[in-house]
């Protein structure tokens, strides 16, 4: 799981499905303002709905680290099973060691972020940003 954590802190971040929430508030704020105020209402209303639904989504996306540290045993298992699928031909002998050969290795460490995008999308119906 840390080594897990360590690949996926640098750029994802996982939006349980309040993604859209965010983008029907902006949307229908929108639109109202262009009702209203017809051009200048939806380019208004477009950023007053995006304030809104930013505001409203705060605090929905988490970091991947923090979601792996959360997830149940059993869900761990899952992740650990299908990440030594990917490293099991490495030869290690710590997990700082693994660390290491994983992040010197720009191929694992892609294999390794693609399975938890799926494993998100696909296992805990989560977006990935």
């Given at each position: 799981?840390?080594?897990?954590?360590?690949v996926s802190q640098k750029k994802?971040?996982?939006?349980?499905?309040?993604?859209?929430?965010?983008?029907?508030?902006?949307?229908?704020?929108?639109?109202?303002?262009?009702?209203?105020?017809?051009?200048?209402?939806?380019?208004?209303?477009?950023?007053?709905?995006?304030?809104?639904?930013?505001?409203?989504?705060?605090?929905?996306?988490?970091?991947?680290?923090?979601?792996?540290?959360?997830?149940?045993?059993?869900?761990?298992?899952?992740?650990?099973?299908?990440?030594?699928?990917?490293?099991?031909?490495?030869?290690?002998?710590?997990?700082?060691h693994l660390t290491m050969l994983?992040?010197?290795?720009?191929?694992?460490?892609?294999?390794?972020?693609?399975?938890?995008?799926?494993?998100?999308?696909?296992?805990?119906?989560?977006?990935?940003?």
């Open positions: 799981m840390k080594l897990l954590c360590s994802m971040k996982a939006a349980f499905k309040y993604s859209w929430l965010g983008g029907l508030v902006t949307g229908t704020v929108a639109v109202v303002g262009g009702l209203v105020g017809g051009p200048p209402g939806i380019a208004i209303g477009g950023a007053v709905g995006g304030l809104l639904g930013a505001w409203m989504t705060s605090g929905k996306f988490k970091p991947v680290p923090e979601i792996i540290r959360e997830l149940p045993a059993d869900e761990q298992e899952r992740l650990f099973i299908n990440t030594i699928a990917i490293l099991r031909n490495l030869s290690w002998t710590s997990v700082e994983v992040m010197g290795n720009k191929t694992l460490q892609e294999q390794l972020v693609d399975m938890l995008n799926n494993y998100f999308i696909k296992e805990l119906g989560s977006e990935m940003k």
